[in-house]
């Protein structure tokens, strides 16, 4: 087994060594630029509903050089050769579970606005490839990623579950495919391969903290891989590869402690860290990673409470949360000293968000990094909301047809409509609805209604610009695609669209298939709204990924319900039974035709005549039973006899006959 | 009906009164009239029609099945079998100073034979497939002074200027001796079959020694006999050039490492076992770029072969390995070898790239942590391994490389370094020597044989001419085996599978690789490697493609007991009344014949 080597390179080896030397690594730098690159970071967040909000974000980036998609550093090579495979130019998977609560948690902030996700599966993909190869590009790929990440993604590939939207989704695609699951259970299988695409896995550094148990007792889940190409260098000529890798978790902090807090106050935040959020603590960094930091949120709105708390108490100055160097206020105490407060600069309002910067290098340098967040007064806040909430339900019963209703409700947010209103009556809200109906829902376009605070309107005044493609049987989905304007004042609106169930074949139900068929959520964009972060600092974005995210300019979407239509359930074990019914009525029918056919009457009759002289075994063994019985001699009869031999005649046409009346009568009653 | 056909001596006692009236005629026992035959030829009809329609209807649920060419896959298996693919070689022996006189024109023949006889020797029991054994042809050409005499066999091809091995310096290194000897020898052949290996024996007053050259000869130097000569040439013949100078049982040609569309993915692994420890990266395009990419041109006739590297970190080995006070380094034994791959941590994956049925091969270079470095593998005659790797056979080879800085204190936070390239080039020598290993070719450079103990020159792309000639002969026998299993096997299962449908594709696909196949053969006993390799690749593909079509694999075939079940409902009851009706007319048919013959053999017997 054990071999010993050749002396086959020694040509070679002469004119290696020339250059060899010069390429090696300074060491201690992080890789040089135009290199393969990781940053983790951790941001943590208090929510006004009791709860914490924890979104990890990874970002891996490879340059694309002639050797991308087979050598590779620190990117993952399987996900690098799928981009190269299938000419992936931006592509995004997304695994959740539970519901984003939007009126709790935030609508029109960067995490909800792109983290915040459908549960089940939801991938869409921009392809690099013409036209015509898209589809085929699309079916390989889910095939791929559904080995990749152990999930039931293949279903996406059947022309039936994805859709092609033209603008709705995201503006100017090119060619993208889009396609959900809202049924797909989510759980550590699919969490274990998308650990597996970071180079320290859950080994070290941030993710050390992503204790399954934990994690999945959570809220809210949701994992993101989201891959897309940047231009790293103004000509265009260099472009590059970003893996995003989020996972966005929504927590209870643990109940016990909160118990002993609340029996003092029953207002009082939840006091919360690591190490109860997790059950763990972060021991040290992923040494491959560039950067590796923890970032603790506060939003404007706790921000805005915590400088009135101050204001009242004058006990400190106006700055003191902004300081870098203190300890407690009154609001709160944090375990451990931030590196750098970072705020966010608002140019609309006067309160801003703050963030709190630790790097994790720094604190687990002494031992094992455990931020905690105590709160010693009571605060009440709420999120930024959504211009304008949205909601879907089903309207109608029975199993023959229903119809789809989508509302939308103001929440007159603070940036949302109070801004706007002061552009005066003509101002309008556009808002995007993409909505895929899968085939045997079928949606009767020409009856959308729309109504605008109560009233009903024409579509025409509301809606700015449609597109429809109609479903066709087991072929393709129905898809909707629709800009509506609505005035700035509204409070509500809503539309409406009829829909029959359809017929599936019977090899076409889900195994259970009573449960009923999930209609993936519309997604509802508001172009015009966008959710921004600025912060004072310039090259923070260069420095944080998670910060250059917020930064970007995002439109506000939002995600509605998943609904549940019941459908017509067929008996499956029915065309056996079928089968089985039409075979036993035609053996009758062709037994009892056979036996006419040759049957002799003369002779029948000239038979029973002589056999009507003495009674037959059966009526003499009555006869004598019954005379026993009654203790005396009965004669027997002769019609029991005779109506033994036009038993079965008159029992066929008497069955006819019930049979007949019962179709007819079924068929009048319908 | 049972009523009406009753047979009358169920009523025991007749009408006395009709007996008595008329007792030439008794009614139950016989008739004037002749039995209709109505209701006979009804029933009848009814039955017969539905015996005519059982085939049509036995035919119209039969599933379709594409005609598979079952008794040529078993010829083709079973010539597989007992006689393996022969390629034909041409062997030159070139005997250079020896003294023969001019009348000596016998003497080329007589060695000619005595070659061929000792080489039968060698080749006695059963030679493996992809040798050129029993299948060879032997020339001996002597020369001296310009004077050249030729066997009878070789007299007409294969002709080189008569006294230009005479001039050549074999005194000078071993490189340019070669490289003079191809300039010679390796022109074209004409009229021959197959690839020409030359030995030359070169007798006179020198170190003794023997080389086999990167082309297609070797040669002797030294004062030998000629007895002794014969030997040595037959020995390099048969072991060297037929069989490609592998020991025996080393790998066999069944475990040939070459995925079923004949190619070969080299998954190359950095592994960090602790980065916390120390980082390191290795510069993998310079090393495709100037040592991979000659072993990959040079084996593209046996294999298409593409390259992928990752760095993996966190990724410890699975066994354990003890600290050995005298050689000052953490000891793995032989023993703990199987254990040493951790399949858990170590994300070798399968390439995406590659797909289809590529080989992946894993090599993986493994980087010790801290606290068990150096770490070395020990042989188990108690020496340290010199390359410090194992190869696993179709899997793939590891090899640890120990860093420079074993004792150092790491530092708080890793320092990434890059590994040099010496060290690259050490490792990748190691690398190059186990895929050697693993298509099954000897790693080092000694051939000792029974007569001869030769010195084998290495190329500096990695193999051989005449090893590639044998890994191509090896490769095709070995697809062409590999197809005629597969096709069996799926001959076998169609057949134990009455009901199971076979598209047309199937067999156009079978049809297709009987036909590359056949091709191959005829390719390969014509000697045309590169042609026969093709078509071998190409058979084996296609039976696979065959084998693994997804209408075999995911169409669960209409079974009969549910063919049974969906028309016993309607063909039971019905066949029951019209078999029963049939039965029991002809029965009354006979009975009522009986009476008419009875009455009227009495009317007979009275008139």
Redo the contacts between chains.
Sequence with gaps: ?????????S???L???SY??S???A???A?EGGEEDFSEELLLKPLPDRKVLAHFHFETRAPRTP?Y??????FP??IA??V??FHIQEMELSFTQGRWNYESWGGFEPIASSNAKPPGVELWAVFDVPPDDVDASWKNLTH?ISG?FCASINFLESSTAYAAPKWSFRPDPGSLRYGTLPREAVCTENLTPWL?LL???D??GISLLMDRPSIYRGFYHSQRLRLRSAKTSSDGTHSSIILEQTLTVVLHPDSQKMSTVNSREPTLQPSWSMSSLFGKKIS?TC??AKSSTVYLQLDWGVVRELKNLENGNQVLGVASIMEESFVSNPAFVLSDKPDKVIREVDSRSEESAILYEFSV?KHSDLGPFDLGFTWKTPVVWSCPQLPLRVSRFLMGSGNERGAIAISFRSARAREGLTHAKSMGESCKVDVNVFQVVPWYIKVYFHTMKVFVDGKPLAVSDIIEKIHVSPSEDKVSPGVLEMILKLPCTVDSAAFTLEFDKGFLHIDEYPPDANQGFDIPPAVITFPTFHVNMHFGEDNLSKKSAVLSRFQENIPVRSYTEVLLVPLTTPDFSMP?NV??I???V???Y??SL??V????VN??ER?LK??G?RPSALSRLLSKLSAKLGGKRVVASQSSARSS?FISLKLILKIILVAGIAIAWQYFSE | MAEITESPESSPDPPETKSEQREEFDPETMRRTKPGVKRLVLTFSVLISFVIGFPFLWKSVEIYRAPLLFDDIDLLSKRMESEPLRFPCNFRAVFVGFDFGSADFDRADDLQSSISNRMDKFVSGTSPCGTCSSNYSVSVTMESNSRCIQSQSGRHSCSYQCGAISSIDFRGDDESVDDSLERVLGGECSGLAGKVYTVVIVNKDAEDKAIIGKYRHAWIVGRVQEEEAVEKIAEIFVKVFSNGGKEEGLIHGEFMPVGADGRIVLSFNLLNSDPQDWIYDWDFNMIEEHMLSPVVDTLGPVANITVESQVLYYTPKSSYAYWDEELKSFILNTGDLPFFVNSNEWHLDTSTAAGGRSKVLQLVLYIPSAKECPLNLQLPNGEISKANGYISPMWGGVVVWNPMNCFQDPEKYPAWHKISPQDLQKIFEVFVAQIRQLVGLKSDNLFIGTSVRSIMLASEKGFTEWELDALTRQHTCFNLWSCATTLSSLSRLVQSLPRMIIMDEIGKQVKLSMEAAKQAESDASHGIYAAAAVSARQSRALAEDAFFHPSIMSVSYYSFEHCFAVYSPFFLPVSLHVVLAALREWKRYRQEKKKYLTWKARVDASS
């Design positions: 087994m054990v071999l010993r080597s050749r002396p086959i390179f040509l070679l080896l004119f290696l060594s060899g030397f390429t090696a690594f060491s201690g730098s890789i050797s998609g087979r050598h590779h550093h620190l090579k399987a050769q799928l190269k495979k791929s990749l597996k180079p320290c896995r080994k070290a040290g040494v491959l290098r056996y089968i089985t039409t075979c036993t035609f053996a009758l062709f037994g056979l036996n056919l040759r049957r002799r002779e029948e038979f002589s056999k002289k031999s």
